[in-house]
Every structure is written in C-alpha cells, then in structure tokens.
C-alpha cells in the first residue's frame, strides 16, 4: 500500500502564491519507478490533472496551470511538491496529490482557495 499526506493548502488572494507538499511512505515503492502528480476537483466539477511528473523524463501541465505552476519531486524523500503562482480564482480546489505504481493511489487532498 502507499499513504499519500498532501500539506500547504491555504486561502490566498488572487496573484499570490502557495507551494503544496506531499509525502509518500510504503514499502511497495522502495526500488520502484513511479509517476507522482497532482490533481484537482473544484465544486460540482471532474477532477482534473494538473501535473505530473514521472521519475525520469518530462513533466507535463494542465494547459490552465502553465507558466504558473511548476512540479518537482525529491525522489530520495519520495516527495512531490507544487509550487503555485499567479494563482487565479479559478484555481480554487480540493488538490489530491497522486502516486502511480501499478495502481492509483490518492492523498485525502488539500483544500486552496483563491480570493478575487
């Protein structure tokens, strides 16, 4: 099994920044590959990807997020971080941080809240 434990969510006004954290942990991961990321799920809508990033290669973007957002991990901490800036109303969401290794796996997500 892996336990995912998002951090960093807050309310901030529009054009402000916020920089979520989340922490992988289980013994299923140690020696693996794996693709860590984040999505989100905004009020009456889908959850959406918002980025991912896999232990080698490129990191990918939501459309909506680049230029503003970037993502990184520490792989030897086995955490995933997203540094959110120009944030935009619209960007309010619950953000899951997300682990694929043969499965989904998903944090209990992290409330962000943009103000106009």
């Known amino acids: 099994q892996v336990q995912l434990v998002e951090s960093g969510g807050g309310l901030v006004q529009a054009g402000g920044s916020l920089r979520l954290s989340c922490a992988a942990s289980?013994?299923?991961?140690?020696?693996?590959?794996?693709?860590m990321g984040w999505y989100r799920q905004a009020p009456g809508k889908q959850r959406e990807l918002v980025a991912t990033i896999p232990m080698f290669g490129s990191t990918n973007y939501a459309d909506s997020v680049k230029g503003r957002f970037t993502i990184s991990r520490n792989n030897v901490s086995k955490m995933v971080f997203l540094q959110m800036n120009s944030l935009k109303p619209e960007d309010t969401a619950v953000y899951y941080c997300y682990v694929l290794l043969f499965a989904d796996y998903w944090g209990q997500g992290t409330q962000v809240t943009v103000s106009s």
């Open positions: 289980g013994n299923i991961l140690n020696g693996k590959t794996f693709t």
